[in-house]
Nanobody, 117 residues
Framework: QVQLVESGGGLVQAGGSLRLSCAASRSILSCNAMGWYRQAPGKQRELVAAVTVGGSTNYADFVKGRFTISRDNAKNTVFLQMNSLKPEDTAVYSC???????????WGQGTQVTVSS
């Protein structure tokens, strides 16, 4: 099992920034990919950004140029730096880990991000 704990969410004005953190309970070197997803009320969960164990990144079009995902393997932590936030970024942001040891698809409990206009 891999436990994931997110932090860093909160209320921010449009144009502001937040940095989300996802701390894993064990080494993330055995996780092929770590990602951030979000789900707004009444909408489906969607991928925001992902980073592989090798450092390759993938972003949803709606955050390109504004958000940056990174991972610190030594600290078993993944970050999501969110800049130029918009009200439509308001959602619960959840961390995901796709690991081969132990094998599984793991989720954190989520952290609320609210962007006011």
């Amino acid at each position: 099992q891999v436990q994931l704990v997110e932090s860093g969410g909160g209320l921010v004005q449009a144009g502001g920034s937040l940095r989300l953190s996802c701390a894993a309970s064990r080494s993330i070197l055995s996780c092929n990919a770590m990602g951030w997803y979000r789900q707004a009320p009444g909408k489906q969960r969607e991928l925001v950004a992902a980073v592989t164990v090798g450092g390759s990144t993938n972003y949803a079009d709606f955050v390109k140029g504004r958000f940056t995902i990174s991972r610190d393997n030594a600290k078993n932590t993944v970050f999501l730096q969110m800049n130029s936030l918009k009200p439509e970024d308001t959602a619960v942001y959840s961390c995901n880990a796709k690991c081969w040891l132990p094998k599984g698809d793991y989720w954190g409990q989520g952290t609320q991000v609210t962007v006011s206009s």
